[in-house]
């Protein structure tokens, strides 16, 4: 009898040991299915930030120092938003537009009838936001001595006069080729388009005393200023808005933009707007103030100069 219970037990105790071992292993194989997977690797990338600077020098098409005509008055706004359509890296002044490294190139659309910068699918940035990144390794490896940026949109506040109500009003500006615009909101305000405008189109709101207003008008065809220092050897199209810059160290020298393909981590491209007196109007009262009631007219909207700085 004792023999058997003792038989009994040992058996007992042999199956319990084996139904554990048994369990150990499958948690071991369950634990190796679901082993986390690697942390990727971070692939550095080419980030590019507005910089709007009214100190900047004030070029004109060709690159060169640029004085206000007699009969017009300018003035410096204060920038909200900018808009890009295109951009390129350049390795030489002899680079021709579009053979260079284009990294980005915005939506466009024939819904107006022309081909046009399709304005509902562009990205709206304010200084210091990221408004276009791509990965290093997907940029050709080479020493780039030019940027050049294809400006399509800009917002910012200027000073106005209306008789004897001095105040300050907000412009949505269109300076690209040619833009597609459904509508757009000038501050608080949306307008509705529904067509095609050419380089020009600009929408003016303000508020006095509680009551809003808003206008609209287009520059004439080629005033947008568009400063090009290399446009003897690299032109660029009537009517577009392909600004061009030297690349320049953080030190103010120049300093071509070197990629090897082998960075290891994020570059960065300030690209620095010239906003000095870049608001131009006909002056028909020489007080500084832009006046439509008095028959003043927009002339020149255009960014007056570009710096890329990494």
Same mark, same amino acid.
């Given at each position: 009898?004792?023999q =058997?219970?003792?038989?009994?037990?040992?058996?007992?105790?042999f199956?319990?040991?084996n139904?554990?071992?048994?369990k150990d292993?499958a948690v071991?194989?369950?634990?190796?299915?679901?082993?986390?997977a690697?942390? #990727?690797i971070?692939?550095?990338?080419?980030i590019?930030?507005?910089k709007?600077?009214?100190t900047?020098?004030?070029l004109n098409a060709f690159g060169?120092?640029s004085?206000?005509?007699?009969g017009n008055?300018?003035?410096? #706004?204060?920038f909200?938003k900018?808009?890009?359509?295109?951009?390129?890296l350049?390795?030489s002044a002899?680079t021709q537009l579009?053979a260079g490294?284009?990294?980005?190139h915005?939506?466009?659309?024939?819904?107006?009838?022309s081909?046009?910068i399709?304005f509902s /699918?562009s990205a709206?940035?304010?200084?210091?936001e990221?408004?276009?990144?791509i /990965?290093l /390794?997907d940029?050709t490896? $080479?020493t780039y001595?030019?940027?050049?940026?294809?400006?399509?949109?800009?917002?910012?506040?200027i000073k106005?006069k209306?008789?004897?109500?001095?105040?300050?009003?907000t412009i949505?500006s269109?300076?690209?080729?040619?833009?597609?615009i459904t509508?757009?909101?000038?501050k608080?305000?949306t307008?509705?388009v529904?067509?095609n405008?050419?380089?020009?189109y600009w929408?003016?709101e303000?508020?006095?005393?509680g009551i809003?207003?808003?206008t609209s008008?287009?520059?004439p065809a $080629?005033?947008?200023?568009?400063?090009?220092?290399?446009?003897?050897t690299s032109p660029?199209?009537? $009517?577009?808005c392909?600004v061009?810059?030297a690349?320049?160290?953080?030190? $103010?020298?120049?300093?071509p933009?070197v990629l =090897?393909?082998?960075?290891?981590?994020?570059?960065?491209?300030?690209?620095?707007? =010239?906003?000095?007196? =870049?608001f131009?109007?006909?002056?028909?009262?020489?007080d500084g103030?832009f006046?439509?009631?008095a028959?003043?007219?927009v002339v020149?909207?255009?960014i007056?100069?570009?710096?890329?700085i990494?």
């Open positions: 009898m004792k =058997s219970c003792f038989y009994i037990l040992s058996l007992i105790l199956l319990s040991f139904s554990s071992c048994k292993a071991d194989a369950t634990a190796t299915l679901t082993a986390p690697p942390t #990727p971070y692939e550095p990338k080419l590019f930030k507005f709007f600077d009214s900047q020098a004030r060169q120092p004085e206000i005509p007699a008055m300018a003035f410096s #706004p204060i909200n900018m808009s890009a359509h295109y951009i390129e350049a390795p002899n579009g490294s284009v990294l980005y915005a939506p466009e659309t024939s819904a107006g009838g081909t046009a399709d /699918k709206v940035k304010a200084q210091n990221e408004f276009f990144s /990965k /390794k940029i490896p $080479g001595q030019w940027l050049r940026v294809s400006l399509a949109y800009q917002n910012y506040d106005y209306s008789g004897t109500i001095y105040g300050t009003g949505a269109f300076i690209g080729y040619n833009t597609n509508n757009y909101v000038i608080t305000q307008i509705a529904n067509e405008k050419l380089q020009g929408g003016f303000t508020n006095v005393n809003i207003y808003t008008g287009q520059s $080629g005033a947008t200023t568009v400063p090009n220092p290399i446009s003897f660029i199209p009537f $009517g577009s392909v061009t810059g690349f320049l160290g953080n030190s $103010g020298a120049t300093k933009l =090897s393909g082998n960075e290891t981590s994020d570059v960065i491209i300030t690209v620095s707007l =010239s906003t000095n007196k =870049s131009e109007w006909q002056d028909a009262n020489p103030y006046e439509p009631s028959g003043e007219n020149d909207m255009g007056r100069g570009m710096i890329p990494w």
